[in-house]
């Protein structure tokens, strides 16, 4: 027979759930800033590579 009451564990789940998601949510956004920060290190460096070469040049 089962338990009269209120249902074992769904509260619990509920919230690993949405710490769960919370996790994902921060690992992606900080993949994804840490991405752009380094396209624009490159960008910045490939800039200054090309600079360089210019006034060399002349």
């Known amino acids: 027979m089962p338990k009269k009451g ?13 710490l769960m998601k919370q996790k994902e949510n921060k690992v992606k ?6 991405k752009e920060r380094l396209k624009a ?3 910045k460096m490939n800039e200054q ?10």
Do not use: G
């Open 49 to 58: 590579k090309e600079n360089d070469s210019t006034t060399d040049n002349t």
């Open 29 to 34: 956004l900080e993949k994804q800033r840490n």
């Open 6 to 18: 209120k249902a074992k564990n769904t509260v619990n789940k509920a919230k690993h759930t949405r």
């Open 41 to 43: 290190l490159i960008k």
